[in-house]
């Protein structure tokens, strides 16, 4: 990923530019290289404030904002992603049934861009 910080002169909230590579090439934008960058720039004090706009090279906006918990100087980060249309396609994946190893999809879908996201159900435990 390469960040780079811009002016944006029609607001006070810090912005930045980025590119996401993955192996082959430029892609669109990477919701996790996004999250980790948030969290670097709230947590290094770099960024002072509780809100940061990102800006793909592609075109695109997504925004971070910190989320103070209040036990501790711990914090978390909500970040504003894209709505991508999308439909149904269940009956197209019978063949991915089993790429889950038992567990099951909730739902199916495709966006315009041939796109695949699968929901499921997944329960962690956490104890301290």
């Known amino acids: 990923m390469v960040l780079q910080q811009i002016s944006n002169q029609n607001s006070y909230l810090p912005s930045y530019l980025y590119a996401c590579y993955n192996d082959l090439s430029q892609v669109e934008m990477c919701g996790h290289l996004t999250l980790a960058s948030a969290y670097i720039l709230f947590g290094s004090g770099i960024v002072h404030g509780d809100e940061i706009h990102f800006h793909p090279i592609r075109g695109g906006h997504l925004q971070a904002r910190k989320l103070n918990k209040t036990s501790s100087n711990d914090f978390l980060i909500e970040l504003n992603l894209p709505v991508l249309p999308s439909y149904e396609c269940d009956s197209e994946l019978a063949c991915l049934q ?18 695949l996201l699968v929901s499921i159900f997944l329960q962690l435990f956490y104890h301290e």
Request: hydrophobic residues 30%; charged residues 20%; without cysteine.
């Open 98 to 115: 089993n790429t889950f190893k038992g567990i099951q999809p909730i739902s199916w879908r495709k966006t315009a861009s041939n796109d």
